[in-house]
């Protein structure tokens, strides 16, 4: 099959298929009228991989971000653009860790509006020049994406703030999640103009682009796939008030490697896919890992840094040094506070004024000595909530001076106007602390910036008038609620809310001994000036490498529609089980050996009234009527019942709590597999078990002959877990030197006697069968969880021993795709049963046939 990583769909049409992986000459727009495309499939999204060998030696890696890395500027002459790399832009700063060996390739929107009729002129220069691939967004579409969709619902919610009244944030309007998903949709057209999915590396950044994943993973089955969030991901109750929670979820899932800044923001994730989409997680090896039909998606945790390149060379400017002297004369005898913030609502700039003037009010001393110059950057949202921002902090700043200026004296100082890049970095330079205190914030870089401006260079102690062998100092006031506050371990930490807090932080700031500064100072430069943003970038493609590195030895295929889809990944070995390929071995096969589980294979978990019903009885009986075979139902159930529902099968052989107890048929005794002495054990696990039931919801004890099961299956997933792992701790600590297991299953803790399990019975069921001359040539065991592993790891075992003949057919079956020690599949219990009762048809035929000729 040939990959659809094309750079020219006119290639196609004209039969020319060589330039098929490699980027071409022009690429074709994909839509350039204002339109809204359906979450549904369309009408091309077949999963498509590819069956060749990659013509590009070279790794590559393919960034999707909302905007490029670009300026753009219109000529003077009208004749055209000037486009130039934006120096400030994260995309392209993080090519520094990528490798020189790595192409890379850009794919986003421009900042500015590009006509109709120029947009495949500027296409065709953007990818020879800069290697960008614009996507072109229609006005209207782009209004309801970005100012409507990102930040009237995601970024308020990210950032905690719910939709309670329409003054708060936008109520949810499907029309802008429309709009959301057919931009997203676009990106992904543009990225399959230039894919070679058997190579390329995509690295999709921010929450513009969080169903993007799932439009590739369903072109390219096997795409190598990293997303980073650079927004808090907020707690399970916030996210839950989303109407597409699941959806966002679950196309984020479509990714091989999802990175967060911190752990909070990771573990709410986790927690929101435990709780909306039942998945638990694991930690392997110091990795995070979700097991998701079969695919382990990997989390990544670590945040971003700056470019030290990118800043030292601002630093090093003319314009940098001459501005330093200049703010040196301002602020002459005058200490300087720094606060650097967008102009929103969550940056908390108007609650940093208020401790200013609480500082002013109960330490006077500082009175005409301390400064605040506030630069407060133009908002990139708009509206209502914005306006209110800049007018509550002019009208505080104009309070504050009023109440304690005096002449040549303003205790604050608010920039409001765009400043360039040297100019920031100047104020940097002589304020001795910077103060962050957003009240909700993703990763937030300012102090980062500040603390390596703090480092200075030779020219720059001139201008700041120190001597350049004295060691460095910066101090750092910050919120605790923003994503870089756990990294910077010597900062003051603060809640933004309590402005009381806040002016007592800032006055313990500014009384630090110099040698503490310096200390602090130290100890922030070598953690910023060693994680910068190619350490960061370097990491992840590291990992994104180990997370796509078994791609290619597994078997993947895509179900489900619309953004519910998702790509079942599985061993080579593992397929579906044909009906008529069992059944044509089956009967030409004369010593059968069928071992059953009964909950979940062949009754759903979810049925409420669990006893088997007339149709599971008639096919049970069939199959045991048959002199050929010997069924065997293993079940963790207890022996009582399963005598009670199955007491019309009076040839099925029965194993019970997981095969303690065990008969061949109704007219033997129950016999016990394991030896036990006694179950004086019971006597110390069940009164810890019944404290952990009192203490969690939901959650009982199930008491067995052999066992005690703790089952937490209607507790809060997050907190029964929890309590799980500590059961399990606590189980195995008292019952160290007695002769029993201690396991964690599926919402469940078990203790039962050594020895134990599924596996055991297959053991001894093809034992007894060689003992009797009957050496099985068929073996069919059917099981849906972990405690039916055990027998497919016996009877897979046992093809090459001397307990099955040696052309022994041999099918163990799992309900369900999903990684098992099985080698065939069942789709679930409906599958099972219509197997089931083919095989009782055979039977039948066969008794029937054998009845006719003995007549």
Same mark, same amino acid.
């Given at each position: 099959m040939v990959s659809r990583s094309y750079s020219n769909l006119?290639?196609?049409?004209?039969?020319?298929?060589?330039?098929?992986?490699?980027?071409?000459?022009?690429?074709?727009?994909?839509?350039?009228?204002?339109?809204?495309?359906?979450?549904?499939?369309?009408?091309?999204?077949?999963?498509?991989?590819?069956?060749?060998?990659?013509?590009?030696?070279?790794?590559?890696?393919?960034?999707v971000g909302n905007q490029l890395p670009l300026r753009a500027h219109r000529r003077s002459d009208g004749g055209g653009w000037n486009f130039s790399w934006d120096e400030d832009?994260?995309?392209?700063?993080?090519?520094?860790?990528?490798?020189?060996? #790595?192409?890379? /390739?850009?794919?986003?929107?421009?900042? &500015?509006? =590009?006509? $109709?009729?120029e947009q495949d002129d500027v296409a065709q220069t953007l990818l020879e020049t800069f290697k960008c691939v614009p996507a072109f967004l229609p006005p209207d579409l782009f209004t309801r994406f970005y100012h409507g969709f990102c930040k009237q619902h995601l970024w308020p919610l990210f950032h905690y703030m719910l939709p309670l009244s329409p003054d708060l944030g936008g109520r949810f309007d499907r029309s802008l999640w429309q709009a959301?998903?057919? #931009?997203?949709? /676009?990106?992904?057209?543009?990225?399959? &103009?230039? =894919?070679? $999915?058997?190579?390329?590396?995509?690295w999709v950044h921010d929450y513009h682009l969080m169903v993007l994943p799932t439009f590739l993973r369903k072109r390219f089955n096997r795409v190598k796939l990293g997303f980073f969030l650079h927004s808090p991901f907020p707690s399970s109750e916030i996210y839950r008030t989303l109407p597409v929670r699941d959806e966002l979820l679950r196309a984020l899932l479509n990714?091989?490697?999802?990175?967060?800044?911190?752990?909070?923001?990771?573990?709410?994730?986790?927690?929101?896919?435990?709780?909306?989409?039942?998945?638990?997680?694991?930690?392997?090896?110091?990795?995070?890992?979700?097991?998701?039909?079969?695919?382990?998606?990997?989390?990544?945790?670590?945040?971003?840094?700056?470019?030290m390149g990118q800043l030292r060379s601002v630093m090093n400017l003319p314009e940098t040094e001459s501005r330093v002297a200049e703010l040196m004369d301002t602020f002459k005898g005058q200490t300087v506070l720094l606060g650097v913030?967008?102009?929103?609502?969550?940056?908390?700039?108007?609650?940093?004024?208020?401790?200013?003037?609480?500082?002013?009010?109960?330490?006077?001393?500082?009175?005409?000595?301390?400064?605040?110059?506030?630069?407060?950057?133009?908002?990139?949202?708009?509206?209502r909530d914005v306006q209110e921002v800049q007018s509550e902090t002019c009208s505080t700043a104009e309070r504050i001076n009023a109440k304690f200026g005096r002449p040549g004296y303003k205790p604050v100082i608010l920039i409001d106007t765009p400043l360039q890049f040297y100019e920031r970095i100047s104020y940097y330079m002589i304020a001795e602390c910077c103060?962050?205190?957003?009240?909700?914030?993703?990763?937030?870089?300012?102090?980062?910036?500040?603390?390596?401006?703090?480092?200075?260079?030779?020219?720059?102690?001139?201008?700041?008038?120190v001597n350049p062998s004295t060691l460095k100092k910066s101090m750092l006031v910050v919120s605790e609620f923003i994503g870089c506050s756990p990294s910077l371990s010597g900062a003051i930490r603060v809640n933004p809310w309590n402005i009381d807090a806040v002016a007592e932080a800032m006055d313990s700031a500014l009384g630090v001994p110099e040698s503490e500064k310096q200390l602090r100072h130290e100890k922030h430069y070598r953690y910023v000036s060693t994680h910068d943003v190619g350490y960061w970038a370097h990491s992840f493609l590291q990992d994104l490498e180990r997370a796509c590195r078994d791609h290619l030895r597994r078997r993947c295929w895509g179900i489900g529609f619309g953004l519910g889809f998702r790509v079942i990944a599985l061993d080579p070995n593992f397929r579906?089980?044909?009906?008529?390929?069992?059944?044509?071995?089956?009967?030409?096969?004369?010593?059968?050996?069928?071992?059953?589980?009964?909950?979940?294979?062949?009754?759903?978990?979810?049925?409420?009234?669990?006893?088997?019903?007339?149709?599971a009885i008639g096919f049970l009986n069939s199959l045991c009527r048959d002199p050929k075979n010997v069924v065997f139902l293993v079940s963790g159930r207890d022996k009582t019942t399963l005598t009670e529902w199955f007491s019309s099968c009076e040839k099925l052989g029965i194993a019970a709590e997981h095969g303690y107890f065990a008969r061949l048929n109704q007219d033997e005794d129950w016999e016990t597999c394991v030896n036990v002495v006694d179950f004086d054990w019971k006597q110390t696990a069940e009164p810890v078990m019944k404290l952990y039931t009192e203490t969690t919801d939901g959650s009982t004890i199930e008491t067995k002959e052999s066992a005690l099961v703790w089952h937490y299956q209607y507790a809060d997933p997050d907190f029964g877990s929890c309590q799980a792992k500590e059961l399990l701790d606590h189980l195995e600590s008292v019952l160290a030197n007695e002769p029993v297991s201690v396991k964690s299953g599926q919402h469940i803790v078990e203790v039962k006697p050594q020895g134990v399990s599924k596996g055991l019975v297959a053991e001894r069921l093809l034992s007894t069968m060689q003992q009797k001359g009957m050496l099985p040539d068929f073996v069919l065991c059917i099981g849906d969880d972990r405690s039916d592993e055990d027998m497919f790891e016996v009877i897979t075992s046992a093809v090459e021993g001397p307990s099955l003949s040696p052309v022994a057919e041999v099918f163990a079956c799992t309900v369900g795709q999903k990684p098992s020690k099985a080698k065939y599949y069942l789709e679930d219990t409906t599958e099972i049963v219509r197997m089931l009762q083919g095989l009782a048809t055979a039977s039948d035929q066969a008794t029937r046939s054998s009845s006719q000729l003995s007549h």
């Open positions: 006119l290639d196609l049409a004209s039969g020319d298929t060589s330039t098929f992986g490699r980027v071409g000459k022009r690429l074709p727009r994909v839509m350039t009228v204002a339109g809204i495309i359906s979450e549904l499939d369309d009408d091309n999204c077949n999963s498509v991989s590819s069956d060749v060998p990659s013509s590009i030696s070279q790794e590559r890696m393919i960034i832009s994260l995309l392209l700063q993080l090519k520094d860790g990528l490798g020189e060996d #790595v192409e890379v /390739i850009y794919v986003g929107c421009l900042r &500015e509006e =590009i006509d $109709p009729s959301y998903v057919s #931009v997203n949709k /676009i990106f992904a057209d543009k990225v399959m &103009e230039v =894919i070679n $999915p058997d190579d390329d590396f995509v990714s091989d490697l999802i990175g967060f800044h911190t752990f909070d923001y990771a573990r709410h994730f986790l927690s929101c896919c435990s709780r909306m989409l039942g998945l638990a997680y694991q930690s392997k090896r110091g990795y995070i890992g979700l097991e998701y039909y079969g695919r382990t998606v990997s989390i990544k945790i670590l945040p971003v840094g700056i470019h913030d967008d102009m929103d609502i969550f940056k908390g700039i108007s609650l940093k004024l208020l401790a200013m003037e609480q500082l002013l009010m109960q330490h006077p001393h500082w009175r005409g000595k301390v400064v605040l110059v506030q630069i407060a950057n133009p908002a990139r949202g708009r509206g103060l962050v205190t957003a009240v909700r914030d993703g990763m937030n870089l300012i102090p980062y910036e500040y603390i390596i401006c703090r480092h200075g260079n030779e020219k720059l102690d001139v201008a700041l008038q579906k089980l044909s009906v008529e390929h069992i059944v044509s071995a089956y009967k030409r096969t004369k010593n059968r050996a069928i071992l059953l589980d009964y909950d979940g294979t062949m009754m759903p978990q979810t049925s409420i009234n669990k006893t088997p019903n007339p149709e």
